[in-house]
Structure formats: C-alpha cells, structure tokens
C-alpha cells in the first residue's frame, strides 16, 4: 500500500482544499467549483484504491465514471439553478440565498 500514499495524499490535500472554498467563499459559483474538487478527490482515491489494492481490478474505475457523470448532472443542474437566481435577484452571494426557505 506504499505506492499509493502519494495519490492519496494529494487526494486529501484537494479534498482540503475543496473543502475550505465550500464552507469559506460567499460566491456560489466558487462553492460549485469547490464542491467539483471534492468529487474529485473522491474519484482519485476511488481509482487509487482500486488499482493498488490487494486484488487489483476495475471496480473503481468503474465506480469512479458513475460519479463522475453524478458529478456533471450536479453541475448542470447547480448552474441552472444559479443563473436562475442571478437573473431574478441580480447577485450570486449564498448569504443572500436564504430566501429559497419561503
């Protein structure tokens, strides 16, 4: 398992990363973009695992193209959802997006 310790290194230092924008940034964009990271981490350490366990096979490969397309769906669907917003209330700031509760 030592060759995998640099993929899964850089694989939570992303996730880190991902992370930080998310629960930081006030623009919704930058926290799609960050959320985008962090699926990413996961699909890196989905593959990592796969290829560098004990019996090596394809099964997070596999697993790692079904979150990815999960991933581009939420992207799609995210941006929608976002400039649907920017064009009724003019701002793309998640503090001001409280009033989707009403």
Do not use: H
């Amino acid at each position: 398992m030592e060759l995998a310790t640099p993929y899964l290194t850089l694989a939570a230092i992303l996730f880190c990363i991902g992370l930080y924008g998310a629960l930081s940034k006030k623009n919704a964009v930058i926290v799609l973009l960050s959320i985008e990271l962090m699926l990413n981490a996961v699909n890196l350490n989905l593959v990592a695992f796969s290829k560098f366990s004990v019996q090596p096979g394809m099964s997070g490969q596999i697993f790692s193209l079904f979150s990815m397309t999960v991933a581009a769906a939420e992207a799609a669907v995210g941006v929608a959802i976002l400039i649907a917003w920017y064009r009724n209330r003019a701002t793309a700031d998640v503090n001001e997006m409280n009033s989707l509760k009403r």
